[in-house]
């Protein structure tokens, strides 16, 4: 089991950039592939990037593919999201979840492990 806290949400302008965070409690972080995910209010939660255990293979949804970056320090047991060039439409509340093994999946069924979210909120 890992336990995941997220934080680096808040409040940035259209254009801007924001730097999300989750850190990983445990001495097994290594062995997980880490994703992001975000729920926006009555929408369903949408996967946004992810990267494999070994941080070797990274994938992203089409509509952050360009403007988000996701990488990862096991060193630190972080996983963290950039997001650059924020649009209103990336206002949710985001998500990191770790899937033991895992390839780096956009299929949020296979993480078994969540964080409690972060909000971020993108004025226009």
């Known amino acids: 089991q890992v336990q995941l806290v997220e934080s680096g949400g808040g409040l940035v302008q259209a254009g801007g950039s924001l730097r999300l965070s989750c850190a990983a409690s445990?001495?097994?972080?290594?062995?997980?592939?880490m994703g992001w995910f975000r729920q926006a209010p009555g929408k369903e939660r949408e996967f946004v990037a992810a990267i494999s255990w070994s941080g070797s293979n990274t994938d992203y949804a089409d509509s952050v593919k360009g403007r988000f970056t996701i990488s990862r320090d096991n060193a630190k047991n972080t996983v963290y999201l950039q997001m650059n060039t924020v649009k209103p439409e990336d206002t949710a509340v985001y998500y990191c979840?770790?899937?033991?093994w895992g390839l780096g999946s956009p299929d949020r069924t296979r993480y078994k492990n969540w964080g409690q979210g972060t909000q971020v909120t993108v004025s226009s």
């Open positions: 979840a770790a899937d033991l």
């Open positions: 445990g001495r097994t972080f290594s062995s997980y592939a």
